[in-house]
């Protein structure tokens, strides 16, 4: 038997190695002179392209007294420009047949387009003019703090579980800015006089702070050209970029506490676990563990507490990867008529299982199958190929990761899951969070 699992497992590195070889994605890099880092890959697979700017800022650049500035410039960045009315940007993209959006985190900001490949010079002047002309006004910035504030009623204030994340990170963390949510404070939007708007924009949104990748339906040359014309001119920034300090001390005791929200009728209990960047070796292992722990409905989690068990409705575990710093995070939401701390009791004997014994052979082989699918789906298309380019560089300052972080996978054993569930899954290292129905 266990020559057979050895014969099958071998056929299966086999196997997805020649896949990685086989749709190794091809691209091309270089500076302009400015300090704008360009990515290019050409696929005349669809005729689309994607348009992407990656900034390096986040919440965790901002200052403690003028949090949310990050996650804001994402929805002011829309507004207009010196040659685009307000309210215009999304109608030109609209109008071309195409689709845009943004996304802030705790390290990044990043704007994209999706366009039919005939009106790449279309996405490349937009963005043009997000870095060098954007209108930082009075009127715009108004506008923008009641949409903000409109996002964080629906999304956060009164959403079920709307606070759940922002209360882990605000308890895992007490030097780092991670500790505080990219939604921030309304109170310190509120605060903020249109010249520290200004000063934000002026100082990380600059060539030398960002990433342009394009990948799609493209010719290099005549896209470098574009590029030139579009972007050689924008002058690097003159103001010293602030990059946080990324001590933080170890937690050194169990954390534990209770967050009442009058929006949810079920408790959901949470372990947080500390974890080092997200350029750590050891993430590939911890991304596979909380593979075992949830994913799918034969995973270890949904299984026990859910299915077996029915003490639980969801059950999930992930690992937050962030780029100086990150948390495990394992959770549950009860089911009806049970109590948190039975929960609580179980959901650890789950992780005590992954520190005392090995996961099975076949348990094994399904994560491995699911990180496989999970990377092709990521790159099935011009946006997510244009995405994982950008974000290889901008992290890991090595864009080729994306054609090796399959490889980086099929090097975790049985005994790194285990090593890592020992490592950092300790009760002296994890904030633990009721997060509790108010009572009535």
């Not at 179980?346 to 491995?368: A, G, H, N, S």
């Given at each position: 038997?266990?020559?057979?699992?050895?014969?099958?497992?071998?056929?299966?590195?086999?196997?997805q190695?020649?896949?990685?070889?086989?749709?190794?994605?091809?691209f091309?890099?270089?500076?302009?002179?400015?300090g704008?880092?360009?990515?290019?890959?050409?696929?005349?697979?669809?005729?689309?392209?994607?348009?992407?700017v990656?900034?390096?800022?986040g919440?965790?650049?901002?200052?403690t007294e003028?949090t949310?500035?990050?996650?804001?410039?994402?929805?002011?960045?829309?507004?207009?420009?010196?040659?685009i009315?307000?309210?215009?940007?999304?109608?030109?993209v609209?109008?071309?047949?195409g689709?845009?959006?943004?996304?802030?985190?705790?390290?990044?900001?990043?704007?994209?387009e999706?366009?039919?490949?005939?009106?790449?010079?279309?996405?490349?002047?937009?963005?043009?003019?997000?870095?060098?002309?954007a209108?930082?006004?009075?009127?715009?910035v108004?506008?923008?703090?009641?949409?903000?504030?409109?996002?964080?009623?629906?999304r956060?204030?009164?959403?079920?579980?709307?606070?759940?994340i922002?209360?882990?990170?605000?308890?895992?963390?007490?030097?780092?800015?991670?500790?505080?949510?990219?939604?921030g404070?309304?109170?310190?939007?509120?605060?903020?006089?249109?010249?520290?708007?200004?000063?934000?924009?002026?100082?990380?949104y600059?060539p030398d702070?960002?990433?342009?990748?394009i990948?799609?339906?493209?010719?290099?040359?005549?896209?470098?050209a574009?590029?030139?014309?579009?972007?050689?001119?924008?002058?690097k920034?003159?103001?010293?970029?602030?990059?946080?300090?990324?001590?933080?001390?170890?937690?050194?005791?169990?954390?534990?506490?209770?967050?009442y929200?009058?929006?949810?009728?079920?408790?959901?209990?949470?372990?947080?676990?500390?974890?080092?960047?997200?350029?750590h070796?050891?993430?590939?292992a911890?991304?596979?563990?909380?593979?075992?722990?949830?994913?799918?409905?034969?995973?270890?989690?949904?299984?026990?507490?859910?299915?077996?068990?029915q003490k639980a409705?969801?059950?999930?575990?992930?690992?937050?990867?962030?780029?100086?710093?990150g948390?495990?995070?394992?959770?549950?939401?009860a089911?009806?008529?049970?109590?948190?701390?039975?929960?609580?009791?179980?959901m650890?004997?789950?992780?005590?299982?992954?520190?005392?014994?090995?996961?099975?052979?076949?348990?094994?082989?399904?994560?491995?199958?699911?990180?496989?699918?999970?990377?092709?789906?990521?790159n099935?298309?011009?946006q997510?190929?244009?995405?994982?380019?950008?974000?290889?560089?901008?992290?890991?300052?090595?864009?080729?990761?994306?054609?090796?972080?399959?490889?980086?996978?099929?090097?975790?054993?049985?005994?790194?899951?285990k090593?890592?569930?020992?490592?950092y899954?300790?009760?002296?290292?994890?904030?633990?969070?009721?997060?509790?129905?108010?009572?009535?």
């Amino acid at each position: 038997m266990r020559k057979t699992w050895l014969l099958l497992v071998s056929g299966l590195l086999s196997v997805q190695l020649s896949w990685s070889q086989a749709s190794k994605i091809e691209f091309v890099e270089y500076d302009l002179p400015n300090g704008l880092h360009v990515i290019l890959h050409e696929d005349h697979s669809v005729p689309l392209v994607a348009v992407t700017v990656n900034y390096h800022v986040g919440s965790k650049n901002e200052n403690t007294e003028r949090t949310g500035f990050a996650h804001f410039f994402e929805h002011l960045l829309f507004e207009g420009s010196a040659n685009i009315k307000r309210g215009e940007f999304f109608k030109y993209v609209s109008s071309a047949g195409g689709q845009n959006n943004a996304y802030t985190t705790q390290d990044q900001t990043f704007y994209y387009e999706v366009l039919p490949s005939n009106q790449l010079e279309l996405g490349l002047w937009l963005e043009s003019e997000r870095l060098l002309h954007a209108k930082i006004e009075d009127i715009g910035v108004e506008t923008q703090r009641e949409v903000v504030k409109e996002e964080k009623r629906l999304r956060v204030d009164n959403q079920p579980y709307g606070r759940f994340i922002s209360e882990i990170f605000t308890r895992a963390f007490k030097n780092h800015s991670y500790r505080w949510a990219p939604i921030g404070s309304m109170d310190h939007l509120n605060a903020a006089t249109l010249k520290e708007f200004m000063d934000f924009y002026h100082t990380y949104y600059v060539p030398d702070n960002a990433i342009l990748c394009i990948a799609g339906d493209i010719q290099i040359d005549k896209t470098k050209a574009l590029i030139e014309k579009y972007f050689k001119d924008i002058p690097k920034g003159a103001k010293p970029i602030i990059r946080p300090s990324k001590d933080e001390p170890p937690l050194g005791k169990e954390v534990r506490d209770i967050v009442y929200d009058e929006f949810i009728q079920l408790p959901l209990i949470s372990y947080s676990y500390r974890i080092p960047s997200m350029k750590h070796e050891d993430q590939y292992a911890l991304q596979m563990m909380s593979q075992v722990l949830s994913t799918g409905s034969s995973s270890r989690m949904n299984k026990e507490l859910v299915d077996n068990l029915q003490k639980a409705l969801q059950a999930f575990a992930f690992s937050y990867a962030l780029e100086d710093h990150g948390l495990f995070i394992t959770a549950a939401v009860a089911g009806m008529g049970v109590e948190g701390k039975e929960l609580d009791e179980l959901m650890d004997i789950e992780v005590e299982k992954l520190k005392k014994e090995l996961i099975t052979e076949v348990e094994f082989e399904k994560i491995r199958n699911q990180i496989e699918n999970q990377i092709v789906s990521q790159n099935a298309g011009v946006q997510g190929v244009a995405t994982n380019l950008s974000n290889s560089y901008q992290f890991f300052r090595n864009t080729n990761r994306v054609n090796t972080e399959l490889e980086g996978y099929l090097k975790v054993t049985r005994e790194d899951i285990k090593r890592v569930a020992n490592q950092y899954l300790t009760k002296e290292n994890r904030v633990v969070l009721y997060y509790l129905p108010v009572k009535k």
